[in-house]
């Protein structure tokens, strides 16, 4: 039985969803898999990391931006990298020396650097695979040591194939999403679930961006009748909030408040639109499901970046103004012919995701790797 190493960063949600949906893939396949979070357990690193995040992303979105974008230059991303590498290799040593992979996976972009500089001291002769979960790729994630890169569209294949990374390397597999949301949505009209009323469902990520409630109270000023459906992920104050102002419909509108929630595949198949920020994660799902995005505000970076490509592929649309929000939703309400050709769009963007192809990929690294160490044994 093959054993795979998935190391990731609990920064949001969206790479630790990605390295469960890679786990179960491996383990359905007859592998041993598990996941590791080389900087949790209290380390300051990891209150530095993950808190450090929570504050920029969620109340300084403009600094994250300027952070973002100034570590993509390639000598301070490699100062970065150097300070990683000193801080995790010790611990990424003790991680792989416990469980003895035959493979290295890695969900995050800052820990790119740091396995591959284990691989470089000669700790790690094993295959390593960077599973990109944003549509286009950071300077994190270039580095000489990675086997193959795992991408979720052709744009973010050119963003590394840009940074110098080799073609050969780089498979578009897709962002890997759970098997819920593989199953485009099927709504027949009439169906007791949607009842023939327009639905919108509203998603403040899972840090629940308090910028939602501007939305919300926008949309509530639309003249049509729709339902909407607000999740506030694991903001419980803004959950709180929500329920206890809006108890009841509002000008004609039902709405109905989650805070964090497992049913998020079975919501979006009961929506027409989706409105959301642009994580990676989210994006790939609503895709999937073949509904159309609009992108009222995102967190500079990746976010940003994710943005440009998904309206330049025709699967999304960005409101420039959050108070213009209404003039989008009623293009879309009023124009059922549009709907149903940003579905279509979607579903092409779609056919990429191949999470079965992971798993080949992964048998045949190892059986690459095993060849070659055989052939220098014998």
């Known amino acids: ?72 230059r390639k000598l301070l991303n ?19 020396e416990d469980h003895k992979p035959d493979l ?10 740091a396995v591959s500089y284990v691989k470089a001291s000669g700790r790690a002769n ?23 890169y795992i991408v979720g569209s052709k744009y973010t294949k050119d963003t590394l194939t840009a940074k110098g990374v080799m073609e050969n390397k780089i498979y578009t597999y897709g962002i890997p999403i759970r098997k819920e949301f593989r199953q485009p949505r099927r709504i027949k009209p009439g169906d007791s679930t949607q009842n023939n009323v327009f639905s919108i469902l509203l998603m403040a990520g899972s840090m629940g961006i308090p910028r939602i409630k501007k939305c919300l109270k926008i949309l509530l000023k639309n003249r049509h009748n729709f339902r909407l459906t607000v999740v506030c992920g694991h903001n419980q104050k803004l959950k709180e909030e929500l329920e206890e102002k809006y108890c009841q419909a509002v000008n004609g509108k039902d709405i109905i408040v989650y805070g964090f929630t497992d049913e998020i595949a079975k919501l ?16 790939s799902e609503a895709i999937n499901k073949n509904i159309p995005i609009i992108i009222p505000f995102y967190i500079p970076g990746q976010e940003e970046e ?3 490509i ?23 309400y009023e124009n059922p012919a549009l709907l149903e050709k940003m ?17 080949r990929l992964a048998d045949g690294l190892i059986y690459e790797y095993n060849s070659r160490q055989h052939m220098v044994h014998a």
Request: charged content about 20%.
């Open 310 to 332: 998904l309206v330049k592929a025709g699967v999304a649309v960005s409101v420039e103004n959050i108070s213009e929000l209404n003039k989008t939703v009623d293009m879309f």
């Open 343 to 359: 579905r279509l769009k979607a579903l092409e963007f779609s056919r990429e995701l191949s999470p079965d192809s992971i798993v």
């Open 78 to 96: 490699q100062g970065i990298a150097k300070f990683l590498n000193v801080t995790l290799r010790n611990i990424l040593r003790e991680i792989i």
């Open 1 to 72: 039985m093959p054993k795979a190493l998935i190391v990731s960063i609990a920064t949001g949600m969206g790479h630790n969803q990605a390295a469960n949906c890679i786990k179960s893939e491996l383990e359905a396949a007859g592998y041993s898999a598990c996941i590791a979070e080389p900087i949790k357990d209290g380390r300051i690193i990891d209150l530095v990391i993950n808190n450090g995040f929570k504050i920029l992303a969620g109340k300084m979105p403009k600094m994250y931006g300027r952070l973002y974008k100034v570590t993509e």
């Open 306 to 308: 994710n943005t440009e």
């Open 126 to 148: 094993i295959p390593f695979i960077a599973v990109v979960t944003d549509y286009m790729a950071h300077q994190f994630y270039v580095n000489k040591y990675v086997d193959a």
């Open 268 to 283: 979006m198949d009961r929506s027409d639109l989706i409105i959301t920020k642009p994580g990676g994660i989210t994006v």
């Open 104 to 113: 290295i996976i890695s969900t995050h972009p800052l820990l790119v650097n």
